[in-house]
């Protein structure tokens, strides 16, 4: 592999993980100390650059001369560690900005995770390193390390314990420590490693900035990322565009999905975490794979490498055991991966490959014969990889030893991958049977869960990087009527919404019994009965006060409403700017569609199941724009409720078609307004069956402040 990154990296980081040199503040003759690990691993790595040890007191440290200041150094250097701590680490910061270093990685903690003055001592430290235009690492990391050049400015012990290769996979973390467990596990794999970094604090530089750095990385085929917060969410929507044009996949992990695990992150970062769901839309919408941990960033690492890219999610299941069969099939259906129908011309030519007992249908039991025909596997893969039904295959050896030609059965596997380029994992758990697979270079696992889930991870994750969105044109912003209240009141927000082409309930806006008498025999539709509901900004949640009446049956009881709610306005001190007299709406089923301004990500929308139970049911999906109909379908059938979208019971389908339109609707609106509108909030849309249509029946648009 390349010794350098071998990119123009003028923006790109190049300072810190391209130096040619290299001031290590606080350097120790003790390699197992921080100060003295990062000279130990520079000079063992085969760092061809400058290192200069930083320690008054000593004039050598680990052979290299020693220099009592960074001003007594022969130069400026790209790179200086700072792993002296307190008030001496930012005077040491000060000093690198004032001598003209380029970039420097800050060890010391006690900053913006210790609380606010922390805080404060963290943010004006890296705006003077910001303004003497150098890069700022940390604080609080254990620092980073390219193993492709040598450049180890970092002091984890998982470089010792685990000794380095260089390899196709970078990992950026904001926590040092799960970087060095990701590493760790990847080498454990026999997997090689090239970067491995770790931005801690995040004063300056992110993971999102490492992250653009590190996939310019010719050399690197898979990026690894830990995320406690997303701090620069525009720079890894960045980075992911570009993953995605050289087929870079990133695996990232977001830490914090619980309250208590956001505020731990808080507490050990020094950040704010995201809501959970907006940052599962995100990383969705742009092609990044979420995880649990990095155990399973390193569990599928080794099939990404392989750069299979498989074009559908159908599964081929070949076993030794009858009931690992049965098993296989059961666990393709946890994994959504169907099985394979393979065509009768494929299922002939297994069948006469096989003994007259085995089975040749999908999944394929090859018996115990291959105790006495260790060439079943290279007779069976051939014939069915000819199947277009065919995309990923299986291979589940439950028993084999003694008589068994293992090494037979890995090299006809070996040799069908090389062949046909098509994924194909095996699950073995005796150690004698799954080495000689590992050894050809098959990913293997000790059981079917794990390896039917990389293999769909695999099948998804490809889908969702070659995934296009819609492009929304330019629009007005909308007129928001005038005022500097918080909300719009719900005849102002229905209209805004019509503005938009979505599709409002019939409703008359009254300011007296007698306009509200006539409405109700305008707007009731065919006889039936309409709805009263105060119309304020002031009470922007009516039925909580028992502001809003159904099922009202007369233009006499419409009137006496009207006046009973407008003495209540006065009554809670609320603006009296009338009350609506609308239809009452039937739909076969209530949904919700809402939208707002997240401060870390812009607008986000959300869609699911509506009603007066909305904030217990929690069954949502969240989508960030621009998007489709097509993805808004998509989420939809995510939902709990996605079985009711297609009609049971003899029920017919929803009109999906007409709720996407709509939820598009409310997000191209919230995007045009420009940060003007906080949050939009559609309750009940009433949908219909297919050809019916979707209504919304309330609505309600908040300003942003």
Same mark, same amino acid.
């Given at each position: 592999m390349n010794r350098s990154m071998k990119v123009p990296m003028s923006d790109l980081l190049e300072s810190a993980l391209d130096p040619q040199s290299v001031a290590v503040i606080g350097a120790s003759e003790n390699i197992h100390k921080i100060g003295g690990r990062p000279i130990y691993y520079m000079q063992k790595h085969g760092f061809a650059g400058r290192i200069y040890p930083i320690n008054p007191a000593r004039e050598?440290?680990?052979?290299?001369?020693?220099?009592?200041?960074?001003? %007594?150094?022969?130069?400026?250097?790209?790179?200086?560690?700072?792993? #002296?701590?307190?008030?001496?680490?930012?005077?040491?910061?000060?000093?690198?900005?004032?001598?003209?270093?380029?970039? /420097?990685?800050?060890?010391?903690?006690?900053?913006?995770?210790?609380?606010?003055?922390?805080? =404060?001592? @963290?943010?004006?430290?890296?705006? $003077?390193? !910001?303004? *003497?235009?150098? $890069?700022?690492?940390?604080?609080?990391? @254990?620092?980073?390390?390219?193993?492709?050049?040598?450049?180890?400015?970092?002091?984890?012990?998982?470089?010792?314990? +685990?000794?380095?290769?260089?390899?196709?996979?970078?990992?950026?973390?904001?926590?040092?420590?799960?970087?060095?467990?990701?590493?760790?596990l990847l080498r454990g794999r026999g997997l090689g490693v090239r970067h491995v970094h770790a931005t801690g604090n995040e004063a300056d530089v992110t993971v999102s900035d490492l992250a653009w750095a590190v996939a310019h990385d010719p050399d690197v085929k898979l990026l690894l990322l830990y995320l406690e917060n997303i701090a620069n969410p525009e720079m890894l929507a960045r980075t992911a565009a570009y993953a995605r044009e050289r087929d870079l996949p990133i695996i990232a992990v977001k830490a914090g999905r619980s309250a208590s695990g956001q505020k731990a992150a808080s507490s050990h970062t020094g950040s704010l975490a995201n809501e959970d769901r907006a940052v599962d839309a995100f990383l969705r919408h742009h092609g990044i794979w979420r995880v649990r941990d990095p155990h399973a960033q390193a569990l599928a690492a080794e099939a990404y490498l392989k750069g299979w890219r498989p074009e559908g999610r159908r599964l081929v299941v070949i076993s030794n055991s009858g009931a690992s069969c049965v098993m296989g099939a059961d666990a393709s259906e946890e994994f959504k991966l169907p099985l394979a129908e393979l065509s009768p011309a494929t299922r002939r030519d297994v069948a006469a490959r096989l003994p007259g007992f085995a089975t040749a249908t999908n999944p394929i039991d090859i018996t115990a014969a291959l105790l006495s025909n260790s060439g079943l596997f290279g007779d069976v893969l051939p014939a069915v990889a000819?199947?277009?039904? %065919?995309?990923?295959?299986?291979?589940?050896?439950?028993?084999?030893?003694?008589?068994?030609? +293992?090494?037979?059965?890995?090299?006809?596997? *070996?040799?069908?991958?090389?062949?046909?380029?098509?994924?194909?994992?095996?699950?073995?758990? @005796?150690?004698?049977?799954?080495?000689?697979?590992?050894?050809?270079?098959?990913?293997?696992?000790?059981?079917?869960? =794990?390896?039917?889930?990389?293999?769909?991870?695999? %099948?998804?994750?490809?889908?969702?990087?070659?995934?296009?969105?819609?492009?929304?044109?330019?629009?007005?912003?909308? %007129?928001?009527?005038?005022?500097?209240?918080?909300?719009?009141?719900?005849?102002?927000?229905?209209?805004?919404?019509?503005?938009?082409?979505?599709?409002? #309930? /019939?409703?008359?806006?009254?300011?007296?019994?007698? @306009?509200? $008498?006539?409405?109700?025999?305008?707007?009731?539709?065919?006889?039936?009965?309409?709805?009263?509901?105060?119309?304020?900004?002031?009470?922007?949640?009516?039925? =909580?006060?028992?502001?809003?009446?159904?099922?009202?049956?007369? *233009?006499g009881e419409a009137a006496a409403l009207f006046d009973a709610q407008w003495a209540k306005l006065a009554e809670l001190g609320a603006a009296r700017e009338g009350v609506l007299v609308a239809a009452m709406h039937k739909g076969r089923h209530e949904f919700m569609v809402g939208a707002r301004l997240d401060p870390v990500f812009g607008p986000v929308v959300v869609v699911g199941d509506g009603g007066t139970n909305v904030e217990a049911m929690q069954d949502v999906a969240v989508l960030l724009p621009p998007f489709?109909?097509?993805?808004?379908?998509?989420?939809?059938?995510?939902?709990?409720?996605?079985?009711?979208?297609?009609?049971?019971?003899?029920?017919?389908?929803?009109?999906?078609?007409?709720?996407?339109?709509?939820?598009?609707?409310?997000?191209?609106?919230?995007?045009?307004?420009?940060? !003007?509108? *906080?949050?939009?909030?559609?309750?009940?849309?009433?949908?219909?069956?297919?050809?019916?249509?979707?209504? #919304? +029946?309330?609505?309600?648009?908040? $300003?942003?402040g």
């Open positions: 050598e440290v680990q052979g290299l001369k020693s220099y009592a200041s960074l001003a %007594a150094l022969p130069e400026a250097p790209d790179l200086a560690l700072v792993i #002296v701590g307190g008030e001496k680490a930012v005077a040491a910061v000060d000093d690198c900005a004032a001598r003209g270093v380029k970039s /420097a990685v800050v060890i010391a903690s006690g900053f913006g995770e210790a609380g606010e003055e922390g805080r =404060e001592v @963290q943010k004006a430290m890296a705006e $003077r390193a !910001r303004a *003497a235009g150098m $890069r700022l690492y940390g604080p609080n990391t @254990q620092g980073l390390a390219n193993f492709g050049n040598g450049a180890i400015a970092g002091f984890s012990t998982m470089f010792v314990e +685990v000794p380095p290769a260089d390899g196709p996979i970078g990992v950026v973390s904001q926590s040092g420590g799960m970087s060095a467990m990701a590493y760790g000819q199947d277009p039904a %065919a995309d990923l295959f299986f291979i589940n050896i439950p028993v084999a030893g003694a008589g068994y030609d +293992v090494e037979a059965f890995a090299n006809d596997t *070996a040799k069908f991958e090389a062949a046909t380029g098509k994924p194909v994992v095996v699950a073995a758990w @005796q150690a004698s049977v799954a080495a000689p697979f590992k050894a050809r270079g098959i990913p293997t696992f000790g059981n079917e869960t =794990e390896a039917l889930g990389v293999l769909a991870q695999l %099948a998804s994750h490809t889908a969702l990087m070659r995934e296009s969105h819609a492009a929304w044109p330019e629009e007005a912003a909308p %007129a928001l009527p005038r005022g500097s209240g918080r909300f719009l009141n719900e005849a102002e927000s229905l209209a805004l919404l019509a503005a938009r082409g979505v599709p409002v #309930v /019939a409703h008359r806006l009254c300011r007296t019994a007698a @306009q509200a $008498r006539d409405a109700w025999g305008a707007v009731a539709e065919a006889g039936a009965p309409a709805v009263v509901k105060a119309c304020s900004a002031d009470v922007p949640h009516k039925s =909580e006060h028992g502001l809003v009446v159904l099922r009202v049956g007369s *233009a489709d109909t097509a993805e808004v379908k998509a989420a939809l059938d995510t939902l709990r409720i996605a079985p009711l979208l297609g009609g049971v019971r003899g029920e017919p389908p929803l009109d999906v078609q007409a709720l996407s339109e709509v939820v598009v609707a409310v997000g191209r609106l919230i995007a045009a307004a420009g940060g !003007r509108i *906080a949050s939009i909030d559609v309750n009940p849309v009433m949908v219909g069956a297919v050809g019916e249509g979707a209504m #919304v +029946v309330d609505a309600l648009v908040e $300003r942003a």
